[in-house]
Each structure stands twice: as structure tokens, then as C-alpha cells.
């Protein structure tokens, strides 16, 4: 909202950054927050899956096949590589590295979109090659599709705020001292990566 | 959200100042201020209180006769489920959190503002708009299995059900993002000197309720939504013909719903650690151990949801353990109730409407709280699951507690909001109508209940009929009662006597600035020395000095 920015007699005005600072740890702490939230939503899923797992049919359920595990641990491997870069990214614009800022960020943004590209084969393989879908597949179609759906959709959602971040970089929106948007965009994205850490083992490796 | 202009702000981010809107749909119907946003929080949540209470009454007049009569018994699982969802989602969390919280607990701990102003403009609109959806489910064919709505029962429903599912979805996005702003809130605004164990019982309440919010309502998101995509879209989560479970659904809601139970009874256990000792003229007894309490509570409503499904063909080894915590959720309740009653043991009372609703509280809760100790033990839960037993427990939980908590909350802090007192007659005429009314309408429920009498029935056998009619003789009390309120708060808001600041000697912040307060709320962000409740000693506070002279405050000649 705008800010009253005329000083009053009398009040002692504090210094800008002061403020700024004050902004941005409320602003972390509301992020950290929704993404806690956010993790209960998939932890809901996670623990509907488990359950509906061992209600007694055996897993795979019959007629599903296995999942092609070595694709999807080479498709992870962009994931949690995006990551790293995304943490380097951040590390050098704290360091006012601005073009290797850049580049990280850009390396970030192709792995994330590079992940999405997977697990699109991966899901057109299923779909045409295995027949298997959302609603048509039982429980093993309804729990995989939404999960890693839900997944994905927040790696699309990452990728789009990873583009914003590029570009206001470029229209120097950040600086050396006030970059909130970075550091919070670090965070969701290595949020997104955590949680793919879980989903990868609880599909394809237990 | 703030921008980062130099500004004058003393005390840092607990003091930044921003402008105040000029026209009446900024300041009154789109507003940023905490204060207002809680009014309409109020004024929403009671328009659908009389929509609700009126679908309770089709209720108990339905019941009037064994053989029915009043509605089809179609139209009547629709009422009672529309009644319940709308009781517990539309009126009692958002009255207490989005309506008391956002009034109160800003005030009390001395912050300008909550941690998100525009966020929290968003959460309120979120609940109106949700609200509408809720009750337009009835056009369309509303949910018939009750606010639980257990599959398999759902999946069949007519399209209602999915937009009921959509509906409560939406509530939930708005709870979330109001837990996500009360907790930064506490953490983070609270004026200097507050420190956690200096704060008011109200906002403990709050800081206990807040991460519920935050965190249950998400799961019983994931609930809704599984039950939306299953019913739209045909995903099997929870039919058991396509290998989905029809319990699945009730672990997902019920570990939603349980810590729910908390999210509406812990605020209002909050008000009455205000009134109490306020009326009663003592410092609050146990302080710490009613706000810890409140967090062990909080805490443990997680782990008994399963309390819920005893009947559900959970495995007996499961049961136990249920069993166990959730007798032991009785201890720091009853903390509370032994905390209150030595609070009121030799304080000079006042016996104004705000102290006889909490007093009124305290016995009805208690009863409350007494069969909820029947229903936990396993062998007794088998007998009574179902039945009216049940109906009687939760609403001897939910209106003997909840809704007397925000009558007492109303009563005491209507000054706060009007600037003016309600009428003090028109007040207890209510308390007694309401409080004689619920009782009678209630009480038989219990042994209704133990003699057999199912729930969600529109037609019963015929020996129940003489308790049944005097219930819906009762309830029709009970409303009238309301009507009193409702004619009250009007006519009060209008023409009720001018309050001034303070009009119970209250310690607490809030009663140290002008009624209703300034949009800033402080002219200068006061100092706090110590606890607000102990009666014999000066206010803890410095620098409320100039609060109650009438000059604009200190920054606002910035617009």
C-alpha cells in the first residue's frame, strides 16, 4: 500500500533499509508459511496414496506396469541439478556477480522446463503406449496422475516465476540489497525439488 | 504490501504508517483496515447465522410429528446437511477468527495493522463469494449425507455436492490465508515489552488457532479436492468398486475436521479469558497454564481424529491409542474450566450480558465437555454412534461453547466497534431466552439419543415424539432470543448510549484508545511492562499518554 512519506514532526524517521529489511523478513516468514501449507496439500496426497497402496491389492496393481524408473531418475537428475543452480544463482547475486547470477538463473529455468519436457514423454508414454489414465487406471492412475500432476504444475508455476525473476534482474529491479523476490524464488523452487525427492522414491523406488 | 519509501514509522515495522483511504467503498466495503474487515467478517457471518438458524428451525419443525410432514425427506437431508456445513464454515470459524481476530488481537497487542493488509482483503472477499456458492448448491441439488459428506453417499449426490465441495474449498483457501497473516502478525507486530508471556489470553487463543488454520484447513483441501476431481472427472479415490476406499475419505476429513473442533472452540475460549476476569475484577487465575494449554490443545487435536471412525472398522489396535489421547485432550481443557472458576472464586462480579454469556459458557461448555469424555471411550461410542447422543454433545460443544463465546465476544466488545453499548435489558432477555431455549432444546436430545433415536431421519418412532416436540418448542425459543439480539445490535448501533473509551475498566490494550479507534489504531506505539490482569496494580503500559485526546493522530496530517 503507499506509504505515508511525509515525516512528521517529532516522529523519528528510521532509515529506509531498516524498513525494507523489516518488510522482507515479514514478507519470508508469510512465504515460508503458505509453503508449509502448501506441503500439508501434498502430504494429504502422499499419505492417500500410501493408504490406498496397502489397502490389500498388491502394487503395482494388476495390468500396471512398471513405471520406467531409470527415465525418471534421469529426468530427476535435471531437478535437483536446477536446484543447484538455483542456489549458485543466488550465492552470486549476493556476491554482486550479476552475469553469473544470470547465467545460473537461465541454467535453472531451461533444467526446470527441460524436467516439465520429461515428464511429458513420460506421461504420453503411459498414456498411448501403456493405456494408462487419470480416471481409467484404478487407484494407481488416480493417485500417480495427481500427485506428480500437482508436482508438475508447480514446476510450471516455478518456471514462469523463475522468467519474471530473469527479467526484472535485466530491467534491474533487484539489487545488492534488496532482493526478496530471489531469495523467495530460491525457496520455492527448492521446495519443489524436496518435495520431488519424496514423490520420486514413494513411486519409483519403494 | 508496503513500499519501501522513507517513511515514519516509530517503533519500525510495528509502527509503519500507511494512508487512509478517503470515499466510502475504500474505506467501508474494500477496506485494508483490520478493524473494518473484522466488522464485515461479523455482519457476513451472522447474515448467514439467520440463513443457517432458519434451516435449523425447518429442522426442528419437521420433527414437530413422528410421521413429519413439514419437508420431503429429500428436501430434509439437504437442510441438514446445507445447515451443518454453513453452522461450522460460514459462521462459527469466520465469526471467531476472521471476525474477533482480526477486530481484536491487532489492537491487543499493540500493532498499527495485521503482518498483510491487502492479503487480508482477499481472504475476506474469498468468504462471501464462497458462502453464495454454498447455498446456491440448493438449486442444483445440494449434498444430502450430512457436513461430512461420506462417500460413497456424496459420490452418488446430485451436481450440488460438487459445487458444496468447491464451495468449502474456497472457505479453506480463506482460513489459510488469514492463519498465514495472524501468525506473521504475532510474531512479528507486536508493540515493544510484549513479549509471549505478556500478552493477552485473547491472542494466545489466536497464535493456538492460527497454524490449525494454516495447516488442517490445507488437508481437508486435499480432501475436497480429491472428492471434486473423483465426482467431476471420475478419478477413483474413494469408490470402493474401482478400488478406491470409502474410509480413505473419512482419515483425510477428519484430520481436517477434528483440529477443526479447535479452530472453533479456542478463540471463544480466548473471549472468555477477557471477560472473566474483567467482570470479575481479579487477575486471571493460571495464566500461563490457560495459554499453554491452548497450544498443547492445538497440538493434540491432531492426533485424535480417528476418534471420529470408531465405527469406521478401524482395527482395534487403533482404537486404543484414539481412545487414550483423546481422554487426554480433557486435561488441558479442564485446566481451563478450573482456571475460570477460581478466576470468578471471591472477584467482585459484575453480572453484566457479556459475563452471564461467559459464565453461561462455562457450565454449557463443561456438559459439553463431559459427553465428549463418554463419546472417547470406544465401548460407549458403539452404543450411541449415529444417534441423537451425538447431535446433543457437538451442539452443546459448538453453540453452548462457540456461539456463547461470540456472544460474550459481541456484548463486550461492542463498544470497540460502535462506539456504543447494547442495551443491557435487551441483552439478558436474550441470554435467558437463548440460554433457557437451547437447553430445552438440546438436554433431551441426550437421552433421545441413548434410547435409540437415529440422526438424519426425517420421520421417527412414535415414542420419541413427546421429548422431540418439546425440543422444537424450545428452538423456536431460542430464535426468538435472536431475534432480540438481532433487533438489539441494530437499534444499538444507531441509538445505543455513547460507550466512551473504556466502559468496562478494561486493562487491556484495546480499551486505551478512543472507540471506535483511530485507522491507526495508535497515535504512538505504546511500551509494556507486565500483564495485563492484575487489577490492584497501574496499567502496565508508557506511552498511551496522549492516546484519548481527540487531534488526529501523530503522522496522519501526512494525507
Redesign the interface.
Known amino acids: 500500500?503507499?506509504?505515508?512519506?511525509?515525516?512528521?514532526g517529532?516522529?523519528?524517521?528510521?532509515q529506509?533499509d531498516?524498513?525494507?529489511n523489516?518488510?522482507r523478513?515479514?514478507?519470508l516468514?508469510?512465504f515460508l508459511?503458505?509453503l508449509?501449507?502448501?506441503c500439508?496439500?501434498f502430504?494429504?496426497?502422499v499419505?492417500?496414496y500410501l493408504?490406498?497402496r496397502n489397502?490389500g491389492?498388491g502394487w503395482p496393481?494388476p495390468g500396471i506396469p512398471r513405471l520406467d524408473v531409470p527415465f525418471a531418475a534421469w529426468n530427476s537428475v535435471l531437478l535437483f541439478g536446477s536446484g543447484a543452480t538455483m542456489h549458485y544463482a543466488l550465492e552470486n547475486h549476493k556476491h554482486n556477480n550479476f552475469m553469473k547470477y544470470m547465467l545460473f538463473l537461465i541454467a535453472t529455468i531451461i533444467l526446470g522446463a527441460g524436467f516439465l519436457g520429461g515428464q511429458g514423454y513420460e506421461y504420453t508414454h503411459l498414456i498411448v503406449s501403456e493405456h494408462i489414465t487419470?480416471?481409467g487406471s484404478?487407484?494407481f492412475?488416480?493417485?500417480f496422475?495427481?500427485l506428480t500432476g500437482m508436482h508438475g504444475f508447480h514446476v510450471f508455476v516455478g518456471v514462469i516465476f523463475l522468467t519474471v525473476l530473469l527479467m526484472q534482474s535485466a530491467a534491474g529491479v533487484y539489487t545488492r540489497e534488496?532482493f526478496f523476490g530471489i531469495t523467495a524464488g530460491t525457496l520455492y523452487w527448492h521446495f519443489v525439488d524436496v518435495i520431488w525427492v519424496l514423490l520420486f522414491s514413494i513411486f519409483y523406488l519403494i | 504490501?508496503?513500499?519501501?519509501?522513507?517513511?515514519?514509522?516509530?517503533g519500525?515495522?510495528a509502527g509503519?504508517?500507511?494512508?487512509e483511504p478517503q470515499g466510502f467503498v475504500r474505506r467501508y466495503v474494500f477496506s485494508?483496515d483490520h478493524k473494518i474487515i473484522g466488522i464485515q467478517y461479523l455482519i457476513t457471518g451472522f447474515v448467514f447465522f439467520i440463513l443457517a438458524g432458519l434451516l435449523a428451525e425447518t429442522i426442528r419443525t419437521q420433527l414437530l410429528n413422528a410421521n413429519g410432514g413439514f419437508v420431503s425427506p429429500e428436501t430434509y437431508n439437504e437442510v441438514y446437511s446445507i445447515h451443518g456445513s454453513a453452522m461450522v464454515w460460514l459462521v462459527v470459524i469466520p465469526i471467531l477468527t476472521g471476525g474477533f481476530g482480526n477486530l481484536v488481537f491487532p489492537l491487543q497487542i499493540g500493532a498499527r495493522d495485521v503482518?498483510?493488509?491487502?492479503?487480508n482483503l482477499l481472504s475476506f472477499w474469498i468468504f462471501p463469494v464462497a458462502g453464495l456458492m454454498l447455498f446456491s448448491s440448493f438449486l442444483m441439488g445440494a449434498p444430502t449425507a450430512g457436513w461430512t459428506e461420506y462417500p460413497p453417499v456424496s459420490l452418488q449426490g446430485a451436481a450440488g455436492t460438487s459445487m458444496w465441495a468447491a464451495a468449502i474449498f474456497l472457505v479453506g483457501v480463506s482460513s489459510?490465508l488469514t492463519?498465514?497473516?495472524f501468525?506473521?502478525t504475532l510474531?512479528?507486530m507486536r508493540a515493544p515489552g510484549m513479549t509471549f508471556t505478556r500478552m493477552p489470553l485473547f491472542c494466545w487463543a489466536q497464535f493456538a488457532t492460527a497454524p490449525l488454520l494454516?495447516?488442517a484447513?490445507?488437508?481437508l483441501?486435499?480432501?475436497l479436492a480429491?472428492l471434486f476431481?473423483?465426482r467431476q472427472?471420475?478419478?477413483?479415490?474413494f469408490d470402493p468398486t474401482?478400488?478406491?476406499?470409502a474410509v480413505?475419505w473419512q482419515?483425510?476429513f477428519w484430520?481436517y475436521s477434528h483440529p477443526a473442533v479447535y479452530i472453533m472452540i479456542l478463540p471463544a475460549f480466548g473471549i472468555i479469558s477477557e471477560v472473566l476476569p474483567t467482570f470479575a475484577r481479579k487477575p486471571i487465575f493460571g495464566y500461563k497454564l490457560i495459554a499453554f494449554s491452548s497450544m498443547a490443545i492445538a497440538l493434540a487435536g491432531f492426533m485424535v481424529w480417528a476418534h471420529h471412525m470408531f465405527t469406521s472398522g478401524l482395527a482395534p489396535y487403533l482404537q486404543l491409542p484414539f481412545m487414550i489421547l483423546t481422554f487426554a485432550i480433557g486435561v488441558p481443557t479442564g485446566i481451563k474450566i478450573f482456571s475460570w472458576t477460581a478466576t470468578l472464586w471471591g472477584g467482585k462480579i459484575h453480572l453484566t450480558t457479556a459475563m452471564l454469556f461467559a459464565i453461561g459458557f462455562i457450565a454449557l461448555f463443561t456438559c459439553g465437555g463431559i459427553t465428549g469424555i463418554f463419546l472417547a471411550a470406544v465401548p460407549y461410542d458403539l452404543d450411541v454412534h449415529g444417534t441423537y447422543f451425538v447431535v446433543a454433545h457437538f451442539h452443546y460443544v459448538l453453540v453452548g461453547g462457540s456461539m456463547m463465546g461470540v456472544f460474550a465476544g459481541m456484548y463486550y466488545w461492542f463498544p470497540k466497534m460502535s462506539g456504543r453499548l447494547l442495551n443491557e435489558t435487551l441483552g439478558k432477555i436474550h441470554f435467558w431466552l437463548f440460554f433457557i431455549g437451547f437447553n430445552g432444546t438440546f438436554l433431551p436430545m441426550h437421552w433421545l439419543g441413548v434410547e435409540g433415536m437415529p440422526r438424519w431421519v426425517a420421520s421417527y418412532d412414535p415414542q420419541f415424539e413427546f421429548w422431540n416436540r418439546f425440543a422444537s418448542i424450545s428452538s423456536y425459543v431460542m430464535a426468538l432470543g435472536m431475534l432480540v439480539f438481532f433487533y438489539n445490535v441494530i437499534s444499538s448501533a444507531r441509538f445505543g448510549k455513547r460507550s466512551g473509551p473504556n466502559p468496562w475498566n478494561g486493562r487491556t490494550l484495546e480499551w486505551m484508545i478512543p472507540s471506535p479507534p483511530h485507522y491507526y489504531n495508535f497515535k504512538n506505539i505504546p511500551t509494556v511492562y507486565g500483564l495485563p490482569y492484575d487489577f490492584s496494580h497501574p496499567l502496565p503500559y508508557k506511552g498511551l499518554e496522549d492516546e484519548l485526546n481527540d487531534s488526529p493522530p501523530?503522522?496522519a496530517?501526512?494525507?
Not at chain 1, 500500500?1 to 512528521?8: G, Q, R, Y
Open positions: 500500500m503507499a506509504v505515508a512519506s511525509v515525516p512528521h517529532g516522529v523519528h524517521v528510521e529506509p531498516q524498513l525494507y523489516e518488510i523478513d515479514l514478507r516468514q508469510g508459511l503458505a508449509i501449507s502448501d500439508v496439500l502430504s494429504s496426497f499419505f492417500a493408504y490406498l489397502s491389492q496393481p487419470w480416471s484404478g487407484i492412475g488416480a493417485s496422475f495427481t534488496k | 504490501m508496503a513500499t519501501h519509501a522513507p517513511v515514519a514509522h516509530p519500525g515495522i509503519h504508517i500507511h494512508q485494508i503482518a498483510f493488509p491487502w492479503l489459510t492463519g498465514i497473516n501468525v506473521v510474531l512479528k494454516m495447516i484447513t490445507t488437508a483441501a486435499a480432501a480429491a476431481i473423483e472427472f471420475g478419478v477413483p479415490f474401482k478400488g478406491g476406499s480413505l482419515h483425510m484430520f501523530a503522522a496530517g501526512a494525507h
